[in-house]
């Protein structure tokens, strides 16, 4: 089994988030967190800087660690580091993006609850930190 770290960014802006818009091969469209894997050789808020410029264009600051999910899938077991971050300075239009990504998208806090965020779980927690309610740090497995 191979064990990796993923590090995502929750940026906020006003009343949106911003996601990563994802297309899987059947055509069903969904969002997840800007970020990615770390590499053995990078720091962890090195890797998240990287991964969020690479997928969206912008230049990110960590602030926070809000929480950490993990999870099992096929002979992975994976650990999430999730970061509160602002985005500093302007958008790059040189963009990398990931397998089945079609773009980036701000959705409304508001409605993220009946958005295609996934995990689906995670929905639930970025609200409450939005309207200033606490959350445990570590939520094991996810849905």
Not at 9 to 25: E, F, G, N, P, Q
Request: aromatic share 8%; with cysteine; net charge negative.
């Amino acid at each position: 089994m191979i064990l990796s770290n993923s590090i995502k960014a929750i940026i906020i802006d006003k009343t949106r988030l911003l996601v990563v818009h994802m297309r899987d091969s059947e055509g069903n469209e969904y969002y997840t967190l800007p970020g990615g894997k770390q590499r053995p050789d990078e720091l962890m808020l090195d890797a998240l800087k990287r991964e969020v410029k690479e997928e969206t264009g912008y230049d990110i600051q960590p602030k926070s660690l809000l929480f950490i999910r993990e999870g099992f899938k096929e002979e992975s077991h994976r650990i999430e580091f999730m970061f509160i971050c602002d985005i500093v300075g302007e958008k790059s239009t040189e963009l990398e993006y990931d397998v089945n990504q079609i773009g980036t998208k701000w959705i409304s806090i508001d409605n993220i609850l009946h958005e295609e965020l996934y995990p689906v779980d995670m929905r639930n927690i970025i609200k409450r930190h939005f309207l200033g309610k606490s959350n445990e740090i570590y939520l094991g497995e996810m849905q």
